[in-house]
């Protein structure tokens, strides 16, 4: 992966000679701080010239404007104030790193027409710029060539805004959080023959060192508990299946904690019920769910969240061996219902069932959300825009809605209902794994319900976010990190003691 870029804060001066960042209003207007450097008004006469209006994250490129010591002026587009949303920092701070080469060193002036940037919109702008730094280069051996000798030094990027302070104060928690969304990047993007059940156990396992309490539960642990649908998916694979839990105690003593449940299938041929394969490959990203949970709970801990949080991720491999289930077999899963597996492809239900009733039975907690890539058919309702929302608890689907409209990881509920519910029921077994085409994400949704009880809970659907989505201004790759972002911003809002 690339380096990290390295970010520092200062308080406003001229800068007096390199590249430099500016913020253009709407209109292509400038603020006066921003214009200090520019004594010939180079700035106006490049906007007219290029009929730049200062749209949101749009960018002016000048090299060696003449009448200044600058290397370069990059102006960026912030938009109007009045049109201007909570997550716009992030994409303006996603495209001036996009602006920059490896090893180059800039100075970014957050001073709007309107006003200096706050120190929220300092920490989104930060964060949005570490963000875009990502890319997943380990196995590439050869340099393009028109990488130089610095391309492997890191972006350096000096801040200038009102509150230096309280932005160096902020800015380790907010780096906590980007640092956990390419934890989750990463790992979606590592292919399935270097990241299997056991090596994905082994980089959570070193959550421990911020202090993150981790038990790993390999086949024994699991065949005690009676955990036979999630042994059931993995049973085909020679690569063993473990069971993470990740525990941050930040919150006051005793109470419930909050828990996020992932789906790990580090790599799903389909099993039996084998996929065309067309495509296959990216089925090294069926572990989205587990990724943004890991990426979570990296997040919450860098932070030092003040909230009491587990993470539960089922880490298995879905192979078409001789010993792998067969479509017809009837699995006994460790709530005691028994499932019917009609289409052994519909197998990351089958992990998550097992896993949400773990959490349910061990920790009984306030409220539980899982993630899943778990149906192709939330991509038909929603394509990549929209992570599909099942709940059965309106004020947390609300609570969610509303850090996915704050974070731009969006989130749309769909329904639950007893007519869908009846799909899944099986003539054989208490229930069947698959409800058939016909609403294909909401018969997926209702068969993990059964494993909720009474607990607040919500699925989400990742399948057309978590990898593959649109490239936009913080997310050049395949893998996005999705829900790390929305699932702190939860915790952060409603669920973690603040002070004061």
């Given at each position: 992966?690339?380096?990290r870029p390295?970010?520092r804060?200062?308080p406003?001066?001229?800068?007096t000679?390199?590249?430099?960042i500016?913020l253009?209003?709407?209109g ?8 200090e ?20 994250a ?19 587009g912030i938009?109007?104030?009045d ?7 992030i994409?303006i701070g996603?495209?001036a ?13 957050l001073?709007a027409?309107?006003?200096p940037?706050s ?16 890319s997943?280069d380990?196995?590439?051996t050869?340099?393009?060539p ?7 030094t890191?972006?350096?990027?000096t801040v ?16 906590g ?8 990047r ?13 090596e994905?156990a ?15 539960l390999?086949?024994?642990e ?13 049973q085909g ?5 473990r069971?993470v839990?990740?525990?941050w ?6 109470e419930?904690p909050?828990a ?6 580090v790599?799903?041929?389909g ?17 989205g769910?587990?990724?943004?949970v ?5 997040a919450?801990s860098a ?12 880490l298995?491999e879905?192979m078409?061996?001789g010993k792998?289930?067969?479509?017809g ?6 709530s005691?219902?028994?499932?019917e597996?009609?289409?052994t492809?519909a ?6 069932g ?11 907690p306030?409220f539980m959300?899982?993630l899943?890539?778990?149906?192709g058919?939330v991509i038909i309702?929603l ?5 599909g929302l099942f709940?059965n ?7 969610l809605?509303?850090?996915g409209r704050?974070?731009?990881?969006k ?6 209902g007893e007519a869908y ?8 077994a208490?229930?069947?794994?698959t409800g ?6 909401i018969?997926?949704?209702q ?5 909720v ?5 919500a699925h989400?659907d990742v399948a057309?976010?978590?990898m593959?989505s649109p ?8 893998a996005?990190?999705?829900g790390v ?8 809002d409603?669920?973690?003691?603040h002070?004061g």
């Amino acid at each position: 992966m690339s380096l990290r870029p390295q970010i520092r804060f200062a308080p406003f001066s001229t800068p007096t000679e390199g590249c430099v960042i500016l913020l253009a209003g709407d209109g292509g207007a400038f603020s006066d701080r921003a214009r200090e450097g520019d004594p010939d008004g180079v700035l106006d006469r490049a906007t007219a010239e290029a009929k730049f209006k200062g749209k949101l994250a749009a960018k002016l490129d000048l090299l060696l404007p003449s009448g200044t010591n600058y290397s370069r002026i990059v102006a960026i587009g912030i938009g109007p104030a009045d049109k201007r949303q909570e997550h716009d920092f992030i994409r303006i701070g996603g495209a001036a790193y996009a602006a920059l080469r490896a090893g180059q060193a800039a100075t970014a002036v957050l001073d709007a027409p309107d006003g200096p940037c706050s120190v929220e919109e300092v920490m989104r702008f930060a964060m949005g710029f570490f963000l875009r730094s990502y890319s997943f280069d380990t196995y590439k051996t050869k340099k393009k060539p028109d990488e130089d000798e610095k391309a492997d030094t890191p972006v350096e990027l000096t801040v200038q805004c009102a509150d230096p302070d309280a932005a160096e104060a902020a800015w380790k928690g907010y780096r906590g959080v980007a640092e956990g969304v390419l934890a989750a990047r990463e790992v979606v993007d590592l292919p399935a023959n270097v990241l299997g059940p056991v090596e994905f156990a082994e980089k959570a396992q070193k959550l421990s060192e911020q202090g993150v309490e981790i038990e790993i539960l390999g086949w024994d642990e699991m065949e005690a508990l009676g955990m036979g649908a999630l042994l059931g998916v993995s049973q085909g694979s020679e690569r063993p299946p473990r069971l993470v839990v990740m525990r941050w105690n930040g919150g006051a003593d005793g109470e419930k904690p909050i828990a996020f449940i992932g789906k790990g299938v580090v790599f799903d041929t389909g099993g039996i019920s084998i996929k065309p394969a067309g495509g296959m490959e990216d089925m090294k990203g069926d572990m989205g769910g587990a990724a943004a949970v890991y990426g979570l709970m990296h997040a919450l801990s860098a932070r030092k969240a003040k909230a009491n949080v587990v993470g539960v991720i089922g880490l298995v491999e879905n192979m078409p061996d001789g010993k792998a289930q067969r479509p017809g077999d009837i699995v006994t899963s460790m709530s005691g219902q028994t499932i019917e597996v009609i289409n052994t492809d519909a197998e990351g239900r089958l992990v998550l069932g097992d896993a949400l009733h773990y959490v349910r039975d061990r920790f009984d907690p306030a409220f539980m959300i899982d993630l899943a890539t778990l149906t192709g058919a939330v991509i038909i309702a929603l394509g990549n825009d929209h992570a599909g929302l099942f709940s059965n608890d309106d004020s947390l689907a609300e609570r969610l809605a509303q850090a996915g409209r704050a974070t731009n990881e969006k989130v749309w509920r769909l329904p639950l209902g007893e007519a869908y519910d009846k799909l899944i029921d099986s003539k054989n077994a208490d229930m069947k794994n698959t409800g058939g085409r016909q609403a294909g994400s909401i018969t997926a949704a209702q068969f993990l319900k059964r494993f909720v009880g009474e607990t607040p809970w919500a699925h989400i659907d990742v399948a057309g976010t978590a990898m593959g989505s649109p490239k936009n201004e913080i997310s050049s790759g395949w893998a996005s990190g999705f829900g790390v972002r929305l699932l702190d911003r939860l915790v952060r809002d409603h669920y973690e003691k603040h002070e004061g």
